[in-house]
Nanobody
Framework: QVQLVESGGGLVRPGGSLRLSCAAS??????????AGWYRQAPGKQRELVAA???????NYLDSVQGRFTISRDNAKNTVHLLMNSLKPKGTAVYYC???????????????WGQGTQVTVSS
């Protein structure tokens, strides 16, 4: 019954930036009441956790994106964002928002997923 609506994907040049958004709707679920994360999956590859924020506000990132990506929450808008700077071609994938997760220093995915948004990094 919880719906996560993603937006912000698209085509961007290497070195460019993109901000993904994930808004919870259709229920009284608060996106900040638990952890949230962003996963990505490229064709033929396994889905991997890119960034996560716990209910305590702790954040963690995939090593390859640390320092370039930032996950944040907007409680007033019930939305989670992923700001991606200095994008690289290997960042091309479908990005999925996840909500309802748990964990303090590691993220365990919750049951709620966005529909996925395509990010393509190419010249």
């Amino acid at each position: 019954q919880v719906q996560l609506v993603e937006s912000g994907g698209g085509l961007v040049r290497p070195g460019g930036s993109l901000r993904l958004s994930c808004a919870a709707s259709g229920s009284t679920f608060s996106i900040n009441a638990a952890g949230a994360g962003w996963y990505r999956q490229a064709p033929g590859k396994q889905r991997e956790l890119v960034a996560a924020i716990t209910k305590f506000g702790n954040t963690n990132y995939l090593d390859s994106v640390q320092g370039r990506f930032t996950i944040s929450r907007d409680n007033a808008k019930n939305t989670v964002h992923l700001l991606m700077n200095s994008l690289k071609p290997k960042g091309t994938a479908v990005y999925y928002c996840n909500a309802g997760g748990s964990g303090s220093y590691s993220y365990t995915a919750g049951d709620y997923w966005g529909q996925g948004t395509q990010v393509t990094v190419s010249s």
